[in-house]
């Protein structure tokens, strides 16, 4: 094999690495969402099953609360002792807190015990979740350049759907296989326990994988000059010397996030709900809108290398304000599954545009030795606030109004305060060149 074949090689089997956690963060997600009623029946003793039902969705957002601080711990860790030593942590983390939900006691054999260890292994796993993805993209980005970084960072959005495809589908055979009572039973349970093998071989790649470039010759050039790193939380240094790249994070993903948890995890309920199609063309529709997503990504990455990031932020918050009302206008009135996945593919392809423009952004903005925490941080804090409540929201929003149109003003309104710091914020860190000042 050539060397330029076997740092191909190895650029790949890191980008891999990298994205393996987010694949397994959305693996728990995907079961989590499909098994919700089972889980609520199981673990909440509420008289009404949809009380029920809300107290187990609830217990899965508490994850959302906990994973700014996961963000910022376990990102501090990866700045100051290496990605890959944060990245093995957090993957076995999260793969172990998905294997014990498998295997959690049900309210009616240890009573009011099985929803508080429920609601912990969900504040672990949240915390590890949160540490996660700043970690990993941090890991990804550093092992590319001006050139091509986007288009590697792309593989992080890409693998967020592969793990939601991935748990919907183990959801969809095992509720196809299984009567109802044997998935009661335990059935619902062997989806989740066999996430801890995504864990193991997860923590297998990490170890055979070398820690980013950028972050090795920071730790020679320290130990070159005698300099060892403090141990500490750096709230001081982000907040500080870094409240700007922590603002244009926030500002660029309330697009990114609204639109994201929208048009992907909340539409089967959109479109069944409001629009008065079956569950099953929902889901069709859903799964179809993913599998669009996840192609265009990497066409993503290279367009924003080519054009710059401000550029291509700019024109996928510009595509989504032309066209997020006609899109819906025509949506609410056709139930055909092809013309909903026709429209909604149009949404999707501005989406990938900002998903990727806002994940390279957030990594240059920040320097490398606050990289990690900086990004977890970030990104976390304003997924968990655009992200976790666009759904709440949005139906809110519909209920008040009395029109199911109206989701479009959400879209649009977190859509607008993305592309205004595109505009103005982010010329602080990118010259007319599209380059980092």
């Known amino acids: ?35 919700a009623v089972i889980i609520s029946a199981e673990f909440f003793a509420a008289g009404d099953p949809i009380v029920g039902l809300l107290l187990s969705i609830m217990t899965f957002a508490v994850g959302f609360l906990v994973r700014p601080l996961g963000g910022i711990l376990i990102g501090a860790y990866a700045d100051k002792h290496g990605r890959i030593k944060a990245l093995t942590l957090t993957i076995l983390g999260m793969g172990i807190c998905t294997m014990l939900m498998g295997c959690l006691p049900t309210y009616q054999q240890v009573g009011i015990a099985a929803p508080i260890l429920l609601t912990v292994l969900r504040l672990i796993q949240g915390l590890c979740t949160g540490g996660e993805f700043g970690s990993s993209l941090t890991f990804i980005s550093e092992y590319g350049t ?3 970084r986007a288009f590697l960072v792309s593989w992080q959005p890409f693998s967020v759907g592969v793990g939601l495809i991935i748990g919907s589908t183990s959801g969809l055979i095992i509720t196809s296989i299984l009567p109802t009572e044997a998935l009661y039973a ?31 010759k920071r730790k020679a050039e320290q ?22 790249s922590i603002m244009a994070v926030i500002l660029l993903l309330a697009g990114a996030s609204t639109s994201y948890y929208l048009l992907i995890t909340y539409m089967p309920t959109y479109i069944s709900q409001f629009v008065g199609t079956s ?48 899109v819906f206008f025509i949506l609410v009135q056709h139930t055909n599954p092809a013309i909903m996945i026709a429209l909604l593919g149009i949404l999707v ?5 900002i998903a990727v423009g806002n994940a390279v952004v957030s990594t240059e903005i920040f320097p490398t030795e606050l990289r990690s925490s900086g990004v977890g941080f970030a990104y976390n804090l304003s997924a968990a606030v655009f992200g976790g409540l666009a759904p709440l929201a949005a139906t809110a929003l519909i209920a008040t109004t009395g029109n199911q149109i109206s989701i479009v003003w959400l879209i649009m309104g977190a859509i607008l305060i993305t592309l205004i710091t595109s505009v103005f914020l982010l010329k602080r860190f990118y010259g007319k060149d599209g380059k980092v000042k």
């Open 186 to 216: 335990w059935g619902w349970r062997i989806p989740f326990i066999c996430g801890i093998l995504i864990a193991i071989y997860g923590v297998y790649m990490r170890r055979n994988v070398p820690d980013s470039p950028e972050f090795q």
């Open 223 to 244: 130990e070159a000059a005698g300099v060892e790193a403090k141990v500490k939380i750096p709230f001081k240094d982000l907040f500080v010397g870094h409240f700007a």
């Open 146 to 148: 001006p050139n091509n």
């Open 349 to 353: 392809a501005c989406q990938t545009l």
């Open 1 to 35: 094999m050539g060397e330029v074949a076997k740092k191909k090689a190895s650029l790949a089997k890191a980008v891999f690495s990298g994205s393996l956690g987010n694949m397994l963060e959305w693996f728990d997600y995907g079961l989590y969402g499909y098994f």
């Open 279 to 326: 569950m099953s063309d929902a889901f069709a529709v859903n799964t179809s809108v993913l599998a669009i997503y996840l192609i265009l990504c990497p066409f993503a990455g290279k367009i924003v290398d080519k054009i710059g990031r401000r550029r291509g932020l700019i024109i996928g918050s510009i595509g989504f304000l032309i066209f997020t009302y006609p």
